[in-house]
Structure formats: C-alpha cells, structure tokens
C-alpha cells in the first residue's frame, strides 16, 4: 500500500507518459486507461470483433495486475468507433467478458479514436474490498507425498501412477461420485446407460482409451455412418446426403466448403499440438479468419456447426489459433470431426464411459479417493510443502496434482497468489453453452427409413444428431447436441417445450411424422450449471489475444509445488477422455520426477 | 473534511449549475469536471496548442484548489476536436505538464464540444493520501529578524540591507558555495576563468551591477562586435552578415523579419514591465502570437532563436504576453538581445561574475551565511513569528526573505500551506532546456577569419553561439548555448559526442575545417539538473493563461511574514544579476518597513 497514486504496467507500457492503469493512495481505487484491440505483436486486426475481444483481454491483464477482478469493476466506459445500434457487436463479448456482473456503463460512440485503425477501445474503474487477513488453517490431518485434486480419469490416472512409483497418495473429489465428465446413467428399465458426459472412443489413435477399454472390459458400439445424412438449411428445409461426403447444396457453393474446410485442415495441421505461436491467427476470432479467407455465409454456418459441437462455442467466440489447435489436438479438423475408424466419435461403450473411472478407482487402495471434498484453499509454505483445506480437513502434501477445468480455480483461493499468467488463463477461459438430450425411442425409425441418424441444422435447436442406441440392450437413442446460441435459445424453454422442440425438429430431420408415439423418454444434465465441471462441457475454449498473450503453456506449466493435469493441459485429443488420460499421467511423472530428485537433494 | 460531497469552485463558477470539481465525503477523491482554453476574460483563443495550455492551467487552479497536486491525478480523459492522429498536438503540453507523473489516460476524438469554439477538454480524477500530522519540530536554536533564503546575489543585497537597517539576520544557502547561478570556474591553467552561469553586465541601465563592479574592481571586457556574424539556415548552410543587420536572406524576407521583430519590440514596449495585463496576450503561446500575426517560417525559426537562447524555451511552450513582459524588463527585445553597449550582453568579467557574490559574502559579519543549509520547513505562527527548519536546524525569525527560483517552493513544506496564487506560480512555473558550453581554442580562429564570433542557427545543436574570450589571460573561447528542443536532442549525447558535435557545428559556422587541432577543452554544467537551481537557467517561463489567472504580483506578493526576491521577481532585468539585486533591495525595503512599524505598534 502506498500514499501516492502509482502506476500499473505491463509489457513494454513503462516508457509511455501515460499508465496503462493508476491505484489510489490505499490500494482500492483503480483507474484504467482506454484499452485498445491490439495483438501481442501490437499489430491491430481489422476485424471489429477481434479487437473487441483483443482490448477486452488488455483490460482483464490490467484488471489481474490489479490484483483484482471482474466483479471489482465499477464503472465502464466504452468507445466505439462506426456504432451500428441495429448491430450492437460489442454487447456479445462483452456480457462474456462480464459474467453476471453487471457494472455501470456508459457507450460513446466516436469518430475515430487515438489511432486510425482503432475501432473500439474500454475503460474501467475498479473498487477492491478491503483485503481479509486470511483465517488460521486447522492443523494438519493427512500427510501424503501427493494430493490430487478431482477423480475424473486424470486424477485416477495420475493417483495409479503415483502410487506405482511408491509414494503415497490422496485424491479430494468435490463430487459425491468419481468420473467427473463422465457419467453415465442407467436407463429407467435398468436394461442399458445413456453417457450424460464424454461418450466415444476409438481404436486407432487413442492408445491410453484403447488399453482401458481392454483392462476393464468395455463392450464397444461402433458408431453408426450407414445411410444417409442430414441437412437442416437456413429456411428449415431438410437434405439427404452421404456420410462423409458434402451436403447437397449447388456446385460452386459445395466446391466452396470443400475448400474452406481443407484449408482449415491444412491450416490445423500446420499448428503446433503443443505450443501454438501466431499472433496474427490469435488476434483474430474464427469467425473473422473464415470472413477473411473468404467464407461465404453457407461455409460460415458450416463452421459453426463444427464449433458449436465441438465446443459448444459459436465462431465470432473464440481465437482462430485455439480453434485450429484444438482440432489439431485430435489428429485434424476431418479425424477430430469423423465417426468412422480413428475418428473422434468412433466407438461407444455399451456399459457406459464411467466405466473406466469406476474401474480405475476400485483398483485403488481403500481410503485414497475422499469424495465431497472440495478444495477451499492451497497454502505453499515452501519447497515440498503444501496444505490443503477440503471440507474442513487440512491435507499436507509435499506435491499437488490439480486436475480441475482452469475456470475451476477462481474457486479456490491461493496462497500465495497464483501467478498472473495461470490467473489470465483460468479467468478468460470458459465454456459456451453445451448440452446433450438422449431421446430414447421405441424403434428405430431412422434406421428403417435409410438414414444413419447423424444430421446437422444451421438452425437448431440442435445442431448435430447422433445415433447412440445399443443394439445389444434393443435401446434406439438418437442424441441431439443442443451448443452456441441456437442451444442456448431452447435451453430457457421448460422440459416439456424442449421435448416438444426436439422432437419437432427430429420429425423434419427425418421426414417423419408423430414422433410422439414411439417417444420414451429423453435423458439429459444441463453441465453448464455444475460448478465442478467449471459450468461448461467438454472443453474450454479461449477468446483472441490469450493464447499469444501470456503463451499456451501458461495453465499446463508447474508452479511451486502445483503441477496441472485435465483434458485442457492434452497435447493430444483435448477436451476427451484421451486427453484426460494422457494429463493425467504427463503431472505424474513430472510429479514422481521432483519427489525422487527431492529426496536426493536432501542426502 | 465533510459528510457530503463538496464542490470546489474558482473564480465566477460558484453561479453555474455544475461544479469545476466536487470533492467525495472524507476528502480523498476529487473528481474534475471537462476543462477548455479559455482565457481570464473568458475568451477562447482559436490557436489550437494555446487552448491546450490554457486548459491545463484550468485544471491546475482546481487542483491547487482541492489542496491536491499533480502527483494526485489518478485519471484524465481527453476530448479533442479535429484529432489528427499524425500530428498529437496535446502531447507535448501535457507531458510537460505532468513532468514524471504518469496517470491513466484516454484520449476520445470528438467533432464538437460543448461550446463551438472549444478544440481541446480534460477532465481529472484526483485522489489524495491520508495527510500525515506533522512532526514536532525541534527548540529553536537561532533567533534573528530575519532569515534569508538563498546567498546568491538577491539574497546577499538584501542581508546587506538588513543588517545596515540595524537587524540581525542570518542567510540559509542549501548549496555549499555563494553565489547562486552565478559561478566561476577557474580554467585548467589556473590563469582566467569561465562563467558556468551568468555573464554579462552593463553600464548604461545596469547601475546596480555597475555599481558592484566599481567596488570590487571587476576588470570588464568589452563584447566583441567586429567583424560578420553567421547565421545557419534549416538546410545547415550559414552566410555571413554585418553585426546589428538581418541575416542574408531574400529583400522580401528580410523586410518581413524587420516588421516581425519591429512589432515584437512595438509590443512589448507597450507591456507594464511590473503588471502586465492583457488576457489576449496571455491566452496565446509565442508561436500562436507571432502566426496571428503572420509570420512565416523564416520568422518563426527566428523567434526561436530569441526564446531559446534568451529563455531556453521554444515559442510553442511560452505565454506570449510573458515573453514579451520578459524582453520589456530588459529595456525591449533588442537592448535585451543586443551585444553592444547598453544591451543584455555588452560586459563581462575577467575575474568571473561570482565575484561580485564573493565580495558581498566576504564583507558580511562572520557567522552571517549558513551553507549547505537547504530549508525543509517554514511554520508561521503569528504576526512576525516563523520558525525555519533547515539542515536539522530550527531558526527562528520575525521576517522572512526568499529569494529561491519559485519552482524550488515545491520542496519546501509550508505550515500553513502557501496561498494558492502562490502554488500556482511555483507549480506552473519552469525551465527549459539551456546549458552553455565554454569551448576553449587555442587560436582565435574566428577574429583572424573576420568574425565577431556570434553566431545563431535554425537548427542546432548550439542555437547561439558568442566569443566569450579573455584576451588578457589569452583564452580564447566561444560559448555554444544549447536550448529548447534542438538543445535537449543534443543533451542526450554521450560527452565525447556532445564535443564533437559542437566542434561539427563550429566548422561549419566559421567555414573552418579540423578545428580538433586547435580545440583546447569545453566547460559546461547541467544547470537542468541542479535542484537548488530549480532545475534550470536562466529564468523561469510562464504557459499562457498564468500571468493573467493570478496576476503579475502573485509570486512576489509578501505572504504573512514571508517576502519574495529573486531575479525573477524584478520589474527591470529579469533573468539578469541586475534583477536579482534590484529584488533583493526591494524585498529587504518591504521587511525593514514592517520591522520598523512593528516596533511602533508594539509600544
């Protein structure tokens, strides 16, 4: 705390006359100059949209400076060049950007700004809260080598690795149930699951799924892609076409989005898995890298299919450069997108994917996994030295493996502080809106009328269909994949109406009429409304500017005595169960690595 | 301190419906409405960069006003009319403005402001520190009638006065040598020496100078005026011309510059050399004045060359009815300029210009001058009761005399605080940059080429250049006067580079080449960075809008039992040693009137 007004910077701002923010004598106050859509490079894409989301992660790096946080913003002042009220594009990323805070804002729209190419720029003030002591920790009750935080397959993995190398361990489950995204539900006869979660596999190129699957017995369901396709046109129309080939639009226009999506296939496959550099790809959203490789409308829509079932997230959401490393991640936009052999929905389990956890977690020595535990807070007293407070008890623990979603972290308080890096990362990194409706059907329907069941609408409410039955348990599901804006609209309906809309929706998808009749139920979980799942499935996705902006290893990266696992750390398949796998045993060995050096150093 | 929030009003606000700024309940947050250019009289110049300063002198008079400085602005907003991006006019005024201070800031282009003519606004945010209760200060150790502040040639005069009144008094030097901005260094070979500060004296209207000389038997040497003078032109080339003659330009120029430099000299014949008043004069920079009026570029570089070499300013930072109050001082712009008898630099001394402070030092009464004594704090408690803090030290006196630079009141603490007209002098008021550098030769190459040594240039780095020489001590030196922008580019330079680039300069100037060969050694000092100086030389300038915001009195007005002396208190040459012992005699008359009334009204 000082008694003069001083100065926030942040890269390469200490040599202006002006401070990117001030803190008042006090350290409550803070002011933050206008902030500006410019990329890492400090290049300033032409994208409107971009910048709003390249000023608006400026403005969350000041804010985490700050020491402080969205919910501290009092006061917002917002400067848009160009101002369309018919088209409040500012209002989308913003509302993001703000969460359910809601502070006073004041909208200007201007001329120009203080550099021709800017189109939008932000300021805000900022009131912290008087900062609390932080209360006593009760003492100690558990002394393990490593705590893992969270029992999805990560955790799991992690905790069978670290136990195989001799140390002990502890894994603290918020939950009452381990899995965590996956989670699968017997169906009301008790004959067959549905998978609320992650549900496929494959047999190719996801090694560490493939071995589980074997060790624990999976009966695996392949993926059906006999028949036909569907396509919901923008006006509702319905299409037939081929699996794996393009639907039926007019020549120039499939010769259109052949090129678009092989272009972001090679675009893809040229990012790196694991360290994805390009400033430029990153000031951009994915929306404005289409619009500027010259997507027409009918490719735009396209894209947003792939985005909102891959991501829940709609394209003017999120960063190009995280976008194509995502589908990177799984082998490539085609393999990540295929439900054939290798591809990303290849195979299901007839037992359901919990099976894996379930497996994992009774192969453990009793007494390892704590559910109901959730983390409150992780104390660092120095090397080798970390307590834990999870439902009232402290766990000391010489490493900690968190494998929960990064947005999950704001939920826990650090001491000392996380780095900023790992703050800017977890606080922008979120979920769009994302949720599967298991429609259980007396028959087959789709079957016997020559389609496959996968279908994709422009319009929704679902974007994709699949196929989900098991032949085996005579269970016919089809599961409608309800993301982004169109999934979120039907979201606010009551159970009943969004029943009734799905099954509209199938009737035109698959020229069928009174679906009612052979409906049995739907079985679904709204994940964006679960904390532990960090509000969102499958995957977090990240807005422009981040991913260059503190670097990809910024969350991944051990810190003191924390190493971080969970499908978002994957090099390989994130937001799967591979990814999951992999993490899980990637913080392990990191772990094992400084345990056994630690012991070393100590002699 | 108040419950509510307060306003803060300056003069003719108190009427409107809004407030010049409010101050929030405890006093820490002062919020400050949108401040244009307008002149005292309510006018709005229409030059751009005039409105700028004008504002900022607007926002000042509130901060002062809040008890706050401009250490305290946490955030401004500015609204520009006309934004051209290429051309960001309000850096330059407000970087000075702030000096080292770096607040949030954002910039927001406007087409109009709230009054057609308004081109440029700033609002502020303010916070304070919680005001710390002032220390106790020790037991007076020294009791007299007088302190004097400052043993250079005011302050010397003035202790001489007081003491032949028949006061006692003692003198506070912070430095550790007399003298103030005069000062002598002796040359390597111990035989002549070099003026670091001031010069030059004459004996036509300098009577008290002249005075001085006579008795202590200062040995003067004749400004050298023979032979050509050398103008350097934008494109670097330099042509010769008679002294006392405009350069060689074309007839059309040269006409014009005579009517320029005639109207200047008309102007500020006509500007009260004590109280100049003329809001319009005061509301426009030089710069704008001298376009107002049409001068072109020849002229304008001309100018230049007065304000830099007189002021170390350039046109575009100054008040124009301050420069011309500043040349009035000194009998006009051309007995100001002039080299000849009469003028500002007809005499110098051979034995240096600290002699004179030396002699007067040395006749006072032992123990009478106290150095390296700065003054940390002058409390007044009552009708010819101040205690003066300095080097640990408690002097108590009845009067007070400061003859400091106004700028250097910022870093003396006053209890109670200084009137706010007097903050706002001291704080408006600054430097800038000007240093000499004595380049000594082993030849007078310039005389045997037919020169007279004095020099200007349009481009730098010396914008002035005089033969300082001592033909009895045969020295043989030109003074190079680095000022403004040109001066300050230079300053920059590593010391070998510095020399050298004058040495270039020099050549060019005297169509000289190698002049390494006869190059001896430079003497220069950094007048910009000596505090006691008030960072600078040789007088303070004034931004439009001050002179006529607090008046021409509102420094060397008598405050309680404080009274003002300084060179740049003086009526008649300011910036000269003339000024500074005319205002010493002046505020020693003023303390003794009041010491010797004092008396009567005690009896």
């Not at 603290?172 to 149930?177: H, K």
């Not at 004959?191 to 190719?204: R, S």
């Not at 104390?379 to 008890?393: C, E, F, I, K, S």
Request: proline share 5%; net charge neutral.
């Amino acid at each position: 705390m000082t008694s003069k007004v001083s100065t926030i910077d942040v890269h390469n701002t200490s040599s202006a006359y002006y401070a990117p923010a001030t803190v008042a004598p006090g350290g409550k106050h803070v002011f933050v100059s206008g902030q500006a859509g410019l990329a890492s490079d400090g290049s300033v894409p032409t994208d409107y949209v971009s910048q709003i989301h390249l000023a608006l992660w400026s403005l969350r790096r000041i804010v985490i400076a700050a020491n402080a946080n969205i919910q501290n913003i009092a006061k917002l002042s917002v400067y848009i060049v160009d101002y369309d009220a018919a088209n409040r594009k500012h209002t989308r990323p913003l509302m993001r950007f703000l969460g359910k805070h809601r502070p006073a804002i004041t909208l200007v729209p201007v001329q120009k700004l203080a550099v021709p190419t800017w189109l939008f720029e932000i300021e805000a003030t900022l009131v912290l809260p008087t900062i609390d002591m932080p209360r006593a920790l009760p003492a100690p009750k558990v002394a393990v080598d490593v705590v893992i935080i969270g029992a999805g397959l990560s955790g799991l993995t992690a905790a069978h690795e670290v136990l195989r190398s001799g140390h002990t361990c502890v894994i603290l489950e918020a939950r009452d149930r381990v899995g965590g995204k996956t989670w699968s539900q017997e169906l009301e006869d008790g004959k067959g699951v549905v998978d609320l979660g992650a549900a496929w596999i494959n047999d190719v190129n996801q090694s560490k799924m493939n071995a589980l699957a074997k060790r624990y017995g999976a009966e695996l369901i392949e993926q059906n892609t006999f028949g036909d396709c569907v396509l919901q046109d923008f006006d509702g129309c319905c299409s037939k076409f081929p699996y794996g080939e393009v639907p039926m639009f007019d020549k120039d226009t499939r010769k259109h989005l052949v090129e678009i999506r092989d272009m972001v296939e090679a675009d893809c496959q040229n990012v790196d898995a694991w360290g994805p550099r390009d400033p430029s790809l990153d000031s951009l959203t994915f929306e404005a890298y289409l619009a500027s490789r010259g997507a027409d409308k009918i490719a735009l829509a396209t894209a947003a299919v792939w985005t909102r079932a891959m991501l829940g997230q709609d394209p003017c959401d999120i960063s190009a450069l995280f976008f194509l490393n995502y589908c990177k991640s799984g082998g490539g936009l085609l393999t990540m997108r295929s439900d054939r052999k290798g591809g990303g929905q290849h195979l299901r389990v007839r037992q359901g994917t919990q099976l894996f956890a379930k497996g994992l977690a009774s192969d453990l020595p009793k007494g390892t996994i704590s559910l109901s535990s959730p983390v409150q807070n992780i104390t660092q007293r120095g090397r080798q030295q970390a307590d834990l407070l999870a439902g009232g008890v402290l766990h000391s623990a010489r490493k900690v493996i968190s494998t929960v979603p990064s947005p999950v972290l704001k939920t826990i308080s650090f001491n000392p502080p996380l780095p900023q890096e790992k703050i800017a990362w977890s606080t922008s990194s979120g979920y769009g809106y994302y949720c599967k409706a298991m429609m259980q059907f007396s028959t087959p329907f789709w079957i016997e009328k020559g389609f496959c069941g996968l279908a994709q609408s422009f319009i929704g409410p679902a974007s994709v269909v699949r196929d989900t039955s098991s032949p085996t348990d005579k269970k016919h599901i089809l599961t409608c994949f309800m993301a982004g804006d169109s999934g979120k609209a039907w979201s606010t309906l009551p159970q009943q109406e969004r029943e009734q809309a799905l099954l509209k929706q199938l009737q035109a998808l698959f020229t069928i009429s009174d679906l009612q009749r052979s409906f049995v139920k739907s079985y679904s979980y709204e994940w964006n409304d679960d904390e532990y799942a960090a509000w969102g499935c499958p995957s977090i996705s990240l807005t422009p500017g981040v991913l260059s902006g503190v670097g990809a290893d910024a969350f991944r990266q051990p810190w003191k005595n924390i190493h971080f696992a969970g499908t978002e750390t994957a090099g390989e398949w994130k937001g799967y169960m591979e990814g999951a796998v992999r993490s899980g045993e990637r913080a392990a060995l990191e772990v094992v690595k400084d345990l056994t050096s630690g012991v070393v150093a100590r002699l």
